[in-house]
């Protein structure tokens, strides 16, 4: 070959390689991949989730992720995290990783007794596919994993097993996305769907929908109806199998938006009627969804109720069969069944009562609306003479109970759904026909029904119904507590063992409700069921809920004993808004978190002493309360060797923390008399502060520094004198200092390197601001404004600490100065009393200064400009109020307690 023929066909191999670079980067790395369409059709469920940092923190407030981690599954899932972190020297590597990510979670049925887990994990950058890489060479040197590589339709396939147990996970990485499941089928099957991409995604009927456009969103979740019956016999016996069938024949599939809020899990979204013949949803087209009317008959022992609302109950019958019946009973008596079908409507439900235990058969009723009880009354008896039943009866309270004679006469009345009914009895209860299968299951219920035992009489399940949608087509509802038994008894031996494992997990929530309402023109081939899945548990906490205004711009918690603390603010990661601190008049501490729900309580014996410190490092609630000092998590849980018990005789009147790392903090208590106590976080008492004793009464709560390594405790005292103190009590050269007038506040701190460059600034009675070092040195003094004798100064800091003003109140007049001594605002008010003030500065002029009048209990709000913010001042009963800005939104978030209830107010201002 000549050397220039060589040279050419080097050359085209470069522009071909460079071509078909340049044509993968525009035509095919440009266009996204749809997670959706790589899940495999036969997906019964499918969650995608995106905010993994905000989710994680929803279901530790609410709870749930306290249950979820005794499962043994999530217990794996945390092993294996575990396992991540230590190889790749970190901490929540994986939620890290996923971030913010749309990961998909497909569940699948993969075998007669077996289902799978497929996920689906995008990689955002090359640092990220670094980080995969590096797991999983960091597998590969393990000598507990066995990792090898297959080729599967042109795609590389990566296996990794433990050698110990055997388990596994094989995935493979399709452009930049990780799909990854323990079942080797399952990935395989994503690889098919990629050899035809012609093929329809699980979402096609729903590709216009983005719940994740909605607010407090925490995941999606689709459901494919049709496979629902096949995932739930792998748990439940074939007997339960046609009862399901026809439930979920109402609908083919739906998607949810999911959202985690205190005490409940709600599920919103919209499903697609099932098109086939002789399902639920042909027999019920067309007719309107009712109330649930029967509150007043449904037992408290109800464990599972189908409730369906209609026109017509004989609509539920289906087509009748192409051959008549051979029976001579059901031939005789197909006239009065087709008489007494036709008299019933509005609503018919299928209940199960709880049992004793799992070896109990439950008893079963079915329940129907008869508006004319006189003619079916008179039905009933002629069935009973036409088959030769007893005419003898059992009286129950007011009711009375028959035998029918009639076999299945239920489900010839109200169709398959109602099958179980070898020999029915049933009783009238007002306007309801009530079958049982069995005499002493209806005869529990008369019981009930006779006490005033119904969910109408019950506080609890009225407030469960009211969350509920008042109209459906189709509710279940499902009382955990009550069918414990009934679930074990139906579900197959293989997996009553795991149901009994996760038991706390399973009642965690005892009141769910499924419903599905038809839409208002069934006719429009586009028309869908609105549906909603609560899980809830009863609100038994200290507050409830609710809007504050009908706009939505808050919202107020209103507890049941009146608060007594100001809300102290505390940031939460990963969320908008912070989470609040309140104290109720029985000292009960209470955390409410960012989505307005309470999440732990904590019962002290003393009234708290303002403010809250947060302990460095560690982000924990550290308080002073009588004569304890408490260190409490973020889930409310004291800390380690507190809380620290002070001298029987002290009451302590502030507490200071020391910066620097959470370990070596220490903690400065005054207690009263001008007494003072220094202890570490174990509690080990300095010598010197057992107490240290002041001559006079302290002006406000003493500063702790740290300059250059050497503690300094600065103790500002009414007589006008400031002492500094080192660790072991002694006074520092140069102090203590006179101001040269009486002081009621504390100083203002301007950290510096050396005890020469740190400067404090304290304003006197006399209108003076006076700035001093550590070394004992007066740097300056000016005046602020004018004094009398009756004229208060006070040096008000901003929350961050980094500016300051001062305030003069004489009389009735509270008016506000720069440090320079420019006014701000003035202001007169009714009561003469001391009014708190707060400074808040949230950058860029965004200055707000809240005026609180303790007396007609009023707090006003003032801009930058001296306005009042929106006219009029707001409701407040303690002396200090909350304020937050988020700079996304412009909108400023002020926390208030008025009596029992905690406001959350949204406000929006120049």
Known sequence: MSQKLLVFLVGLLLVSALGSYVYYRRSVARVPVDAWSLVPDDAVFVMATHDHPTLMRHLKETQLWDNLTAVRYFQQVEDNLTMVDSIANGRNVVLRFLGRKKVLTSIHVTGPTAFDVLFQVPIGSVREYRQVRTLVDGLRRNDQYRISRR???????????????????????????????????????????????????????????????????????????????????????????????????????????????????????????????????????????????????LSLRTAVLVHLGLDKAASLRGPRPSAPPTDSLAVRTAPLVDSLAAGLGQEVALCYLASPSARTRAAKLALVYCPNQVRAAIWLGQLRRLSGASPSFERVGPYQLYQTGVPELPARLLGSLFQGFAAPVVTQVGNYLVFGDDTAGLRQWLTDVAAGEVWARSPTQVAFLQETQPLARMSVFLDTRNSWNVLLRALVEERRAGLLRNETLFKRFPQVALQLVPATNEDDPNAQYYTQLVLRHPALGPAVARPQSRSGTGGTLAFKTPLTSSPALVPVTGATRPGALVQD?????????????????????????????????????????????????????????????????????????????????????????????????????????????????????????????????????????????????????????????????????????TLSRTRLTVVTQHGERVTFNLSGDIVSRSRVATWSRSSVFRLVPDQNQRRYVVTREEGGVLSLFEPTGRLLLSRTFVTSGPKPTQFFDFGAGRRVFVLTEPGPRKAYLYDAKGRLVGGQPFDSSTPQVGLTYHAATAEYQLYRVVGPELRRTALKFE
């Open 151 to 297: 080729d599967y339709h042109g795609h590389e396939l990566t296996d990794v097993h433990a050698k110990g147990t055997g388990r596994g996970l094989t995935f493979f990485n399709y452009r930049n996305h990780i799909i990854m499941s323990a079942s080797p089928a399952l990935v395989e099957a994503v690889i098919q769907r990629l050899d035809h991409p012609g093929l329809p995604s699980v979402a096609a009927d729903f590709q216009n929908t983005d719940f994740f456009q909605l607010k407090d969103v925490d995941a999606t979740l689709l459901v494919n109806y049709r496979r629902m019956p096949q995932f739930l016999g792998l748990f439940f016996r074939a007997e339960v199998g046609p009862g399901i069938g026809v439930v979920t024949s109402l609908a083919r599939n739906g998607q949810f938006e999911m959202k985690l809020a205190g005490n409940k899990v709600v599920f919103n979204g919209f499903a697609n009627p099932e098109t086939t013949r002789n399902t639920l949803h042909q027999r019920l087209r067309g007719q309107p969804a009712q109330r649930l009317r029967m509150a007043d008959v």
């Open 585 to 753: 008049a029985r000292h009960v501490l209470h955390y409410v978190t960012p989505d307005n729900v309470v999440s732990w309580s904590d019962s002290l014996a003393a009234p708290l002493v303002e403010p809250l410190q947060r302990l460095p490092a560690t982000g924990g609630y550290l308080f002073a309360a009588g004569s304890r000092l408490h260190l409490l998590d973020e889930r409310g849980r004291e800390a380690p060797n507190f809380p620290l018990n002070l001298p029987d005789t002290v009451q302590a009147s502030s507490l200071t923390v020391s910066p620097g790392t959470a370990g070596a903090a220490r903690l400065l208590v005054a207690g009263g008399g001008g007494n003072l106590f220094l202890y570490d976080v174990l509690g080990t008492a300095y010598p010197g502060w057992q107490p240290k004793r002041m001559e006079f009464a302290l002006a406000a709560p003493p500063h702790y520094l740290v300059v250059g390594g050497r503690d300094v405790v600065v103790v500002p005292l009414e007589n006008g004198y400031v002492y500094a103190f080192d660790q072991q009590g002694s006074v520092y050269p140069g102090f203590p200092i006179s101001v040269g007038a009486r002081l009621h506040t504390g100083a203002f701190v301007e950290s510096g390197l």
